[in-house]
């Protein structure tokens, strides 16, 4: 296969994570994810582990954090909530 087309290949992450703790599972262990709070973290960290590098576009945190930082700015510079 070209190289040009494996370095274009992509994978949902929560497929990867998945089969990672599917395989965890089969031998005997029992892993948990996220136990104390939002998995998404603990998750990026397991595919970064792999040497897959999360794409945080879909993490609503992010999102939201920047929603929140675009209105205290917003608030600072014009008196708008």
Known sequence: MDNDVL???SYN?????NVVFEHLADV???PV???TGHPGEPA???LR??????????DQ???QQKQ???????????GEP
């Open 28 to 30: 005997g262990l029992h």
């Open 61 to 63: 945190r992010l999102v």
């Open 7 to 9: 370095g274009q290949e």
């Open 44 to 46: 990026a960290e397991l």
């Open 49 to 58: 582990c792999l040497g897959i590098q999360p794409d945080p576009q879909g």
């Open 68 to 78: 929140d930082r675009l209105a205290e700015l917003r608030e600072a510079m014009f």
């Open 33 to 35: 994810l996220g136990a």
């Open 13 to 17: 992450p929560w497929t990867i994570v």
